[in-house]
């Protein structure tokens, strides 16, 4: 099947400071791809839809100003958490569908500390 | 919007039984359904995907039923394992092109 590649895997940052994470797609081009968050003992929920060469969609609740998303190329998209906070402590997977089959990344602990 | 339960929330068997995992969506119009394992801490493992026009998959011990238009679909695992304990996730793919998950069912499979 097709890969997806998410980096880093954990990512411990300060509270105040910005993190990035990158989501790559290693054999196959994704004009969109989807990010997801997961608290602890709960299931994932979509945060926003990544569109290559455009603005990301949102779902509602999500902070777009805080949850920075950019997909500049048709094999990367990135997700940026502005000004850390303790409570954005969570799971980050990305994901892009090939063929109406979505596929996965491996995923991003962030620990906002 | 499209919902997604599973039940039950958690489940606990002995080593051997035979199990099914239910899942229900609200939105019938789905392009596919996707059945995910999810161990503690980690990624998400594909485990089967059953296409809109298709009733059931099935890979090794994994059996997955698609009823589209009453939105449910069953997973049932054969002959479970220890290996087996992690959390599966129902994972409907809707009309927005979009994976909307579950709320998942832990197992855990005792020696």
């Known amino acids: 099947g097709a890969v997806v590649s998410q980096h880093p895997s954990r990512v411990i940052c300060k509270s105040g400071t910005s993190v990035k994470i990158e989501c790559r797609s290693l054999?196959?081009?994704?004009?969109?791809m989807f990010w997801y968050r997961q608290f602890p003992k709960q299931s994932l929920m979509l945060m926003a839809t990544?569109?290559?060469?455009?603005?990301?969609?949102?779902e509602q609740g999500v902070e777009k100003d805080k949850f920075l998303i950019n997909h500049a190329s048709l094999t990367l998209s990135t997700l940026t958490v502005t000004s850390a906070h303790p409570e954005d402590s969570s799971f980050y997977i990305c994901?892009?569908?090939?063929?109406?089959?979505?596929?996965f990344g491996q995923g991003t602990r962030l620990t906002v500390v | 919007k499209q919902e997604v339960t599973q039940i039950p929330a958690a489940l606990s068997v002995p080593e051997g039984e035979n199990l099914v995992l239910n899942c229900s969506f609200t939105?019938?119009?789905?392009?596919?359904l996707q059945w995910f394992r999810q161990d503690p801490g980690k990624g998400l493992t594909s485990l089967l995907l059953?296409?809109?026009?298709?009733r059931e998959q099935t890979s090794g011990r994994l059996n997955a039923s698609l009823d589209k238009s009453s939105g449910r679909s069953t997973l049932y695992i054969a002959a479970s394992q220890p290996g087996d304990s992690a959390t599966y996730l129902c994972?409907?793919?809707?009309?927005?092109?979009?994976?909307?998950f579950g709320p998942g069912t832990s197992l855990s499979v005792i020696p």
């Open positions: 059953i296409q809109s026009s298709q």
């Open positions: 994901s892009a569908r090939v063929t109406k089959q979505a596929f």
């Open positions: 990544s569109n290559e060469g455009s603005k990301a969609t949102y």
């Open positions: 939105d019938s119009a789905i392009y596919n």
């Open positions: 994972a409907p793919a809707t009309s927005y092109d979009k994976v909307i």
């Open positions: 054999d196959f081009q994704a004009t969109t």
